[in-house]
C-alpha cells in the first residue's frame, strides 16, 4: 500500500471515529451501513473503506461479524483517558474548571486552525451553526456546544487533547446550565463562537487562539469567576 493510500485509509478511520464520538451517529452495539452506502457517503472506494475500518477493528473499536455485518463495539479505546478518569469523578468548582478551559482550549484553537482537514473544518462549523439556531430558539445547546468544543479537539491531531475533553465538558456543561438566564453571557457566546468560526475558517491560527481565550474570559466575566 502506497503513503498516500495508507493516509487516505486512515483519514476514512478518524471519519468513522468522527462520526461515532462527535456526531453520535452511531452508538455501541449500532450496525454500519453497507460498504456501497457508506462508501458512497465518505466519498471513497470500498477498498479504501475496508481499510479504514481495519484500522478500527484491530484498535478494537469496530467489530466485523461474519455474515452480518460490522458493528461499534463496546473498548475502553472509545472512552479512554490516559489514566484520567480520576479527575473527571471528582467533584470540581466552576474556577477550576474554566481556569483549565482558559489554559487548555486557546492552544487548542491555534493547532485545529492549522491542522484541520476540510472535513474536519466543515464540522465544526456545522456545529457552530447549529448552536447559534440552538441559542436563538431557545433550546437546549449543552450536547452541541460539546460537540463544537470536541470538533475542534478533533482538529488538533493531538490525541492527548482529546482525551482531556471529557473532563472540560464538565465546565462546558456547568457553563450552559448557569448561563440560560444570562442574557451577557448568551450574547457573549454568540459573538465569541461567531469569532472563533471566522479565524478557523480563515485558518488564522493566532486569531482562532485568540478568540478562543477572549470567549472563556467572557463566560469566566459572566458567572463572576476572576482570573486573578
Do not use: W
Not at 136 to 162: G, M, Y
Not at 183 to 206: G, K, P, Q, S, V
Amino acid at each position: 500500500m502506497s503513503r498516500k493510500e495508507k493516509n487516505l485509509s486512515q483519514s476514512v478511520a478518524d471519519d468513522i471515529l468522527a462520526m461515532i464520538t462527535i456526531d453520535k451517529k452511531f452508538v455501541i452495539g449500532d450496525k454500519l451501513p453497507n460498504e456501497n452506502e457508506l462508501s458512497k457517503q465518505l466519498g471513497v472506494s470500498r477498498t479504501t473503506l475496508r481499510e479504514g475500518i481495519r484500522i478500527l477493528v484491530t484498535h478494537n473499536i469496530l467489530e466485523i461479524k461474519r455474515g452480518k455485518g460490522t458493528y461499534v463495539t463496546n473498548h475502553e479505546k472509545l472512552n479512554g483517558d490516559f489514566g484520567l478518569e480520576e479527575f473527571s469523578t471528582i467533584k470540581m468548582n466552576v474556577k477550576d474548571l474554566y481556569e483549565m478551559r482558559l489554559i487548555f482550549e486557546p492552544q487548542t484553537a491555534y493547532y485545529a486552525a492549522k491542522r484541520a482537514t476540510d472535513k474536519e473544518l466543515a464540522r465544526i462549523l456545522y456545529y457552530g451553526r447549529l448552536e447559534e439556531d440552538k441559542i436563538l430558539n431557545k433550546l437546549d445547546r449543552t450536547e452541541t456546544e460539546q460537540a463544537f468544543h470536541k470538533s475542534i479537539a478533533k482538529a488538533t491531531h493531538n490525541e492527548f487533547v482529546n482525551k482531556l475533553m471529557p473532563i472540560l465538558y464538565k465546565a462546558i456543561d456547568k457553563g450552559v446550565i448557569l448561563s440560560y438566564e444570562n442574557e451577557t453571557i448568551i450574547c457573549d457566546t454568540l459573538n465569541d463562537h461567531h469569532m472563533i468560526m471566522e479565524f478557523l475558517e480563515a485558518r488564522d491560527a493566532e486569531g482562532a487562539k485568540t478568540a478562543m481565550k477572549l470567549h472563556i474570559l467572557h463566560a469566566m466575566r459572566g458567572l463572576g469567576i476572576s482570573n486573578e
